[in-house]
């Protein structure tokens, strides 16, 4: 098999067995968090109403063809990036992979640069982007790097409606502090979000290891359990053997009780002993 064709093939299994086209690999704990996949994503897609700002901007205002194409291209293209980033639950493992942790850092920083391009270029309508931008930052980015990533995306819109509007005095005050409020408070809340997942992926570990290990002690104690019945029963037949066998010249009939008593006791011990090893097993 070529170069070429395994490269595809690995891209094209990537393809498939990404969180947002398959839902295997997802953990137990998702289940017990509260949080469906259903309702996480219902919630996190409620959040592209930002783009309605956009679209009435686009409604209203006469552009040119190429520079409309270029506007809407640009909204199909955030949508589906948002959606690529949120639709995985957050308690999903495959979006902590390494790998994918790359991939999703460089996606990031094409959204980031997009939404700039598209505020530059038409206007303070399409800044609500930004609220879509610091919902990403929230659950891709580390606790401590989304908190700082989200103040310098605050900042960085503010200062770009500043520049928009011509200057302070000019800005639509009414219009941004409502905007600031909502990107800064859905990112935290996203953070918020994303460290609570990890808190419960612990917990979820947490709680297997010591089923395990609780698992481990039964079979340990009853593994001595039946040590000790059958060495109790091994040196009472050895007993009992040595009597018969000593009486089987003098007193046959005596010898052969003992000897019925010995198959006894070997029959007890198995019938005790055999529940216990499957227990244990």
């Known amino acids: ?51 309605l700002f956009p679209f009435i901007f686009l409604v209203q205002t006469p552009l040119t063809p190429l520079r409309l194409f270029i506007a809407l291209a640009g909204l199909v293209i955030f949508a589906l990036s948002y959606t690529w980033f949120m639709w995985p639950h957050p308690l999903n493992y495959k979006t902590r992979l390494q790998s994918e942790f790359r991939m999703s850092l460089m996606g990031l920083t094409g959204l980031i640069a997009l939404v700039l ?22 659950v891709v980015l580390p606790a401590y790097s989304a908190f ?21 005095a000019r800005t639509d005050w009414l219009h941004i502090l409502p905007l600031v409020l909502l990107v800064r408070g859905l990112g935290l809340d ?13 917990l979820h570990i947490a709680r297997g290891e010591l089923a395990r290990q609780a698992a481990a002690e039964e079979r340990l104690r009853l593994a001595r359990d039946l040590h000790d019945l059958l060495g109790h029963t091994l040196s009472l037949i050895i007993l009992k053997s040595e009597l018969a066998g000593r009486l089987l010249e003098k007193e046959p009939t005596r010898a052969a009780q003992e000897i019925h008593e010995i198959e006894r006791e070997a029959r007890q011990a198995l019938r005790t002993a055999a529940p216990r090893s499957v227990r244990s097993g």
């Open 117 to 138: 391009y598209l505020s530059l270029a038409y206007g303070s309508a399409f800044l609500w982007l930004f609220v879509g931008v610091s919902a990403v930052v929230g």
């Open 148 to 168: 700082a990533a989200i103040i310098v995306l605050t900042l960085l819109m503010l200062a770009i409606s500043v520049g928009l509007s011509g200057g302070i």
């Open 1 to 51: 098999m070529s170069t070429e064709r395994v490269q595809k093939t690995r891209a094209w299994n990537w393809f498939l067995n990404h969180s947002i086209f398959s839902l295997r690999g997802l953990p137990e704990v998702v289940a017990s968090s509260g949080i469906s996949v259903r309702l996480w994503r219902v919630y996190a897609q409620t959040w592209l109403v930002c783009l």
């Open 190 to 202: 996203m953070i918020g979000i994303a460290r609570l997942a990890d808190a419960l992926r612990e």
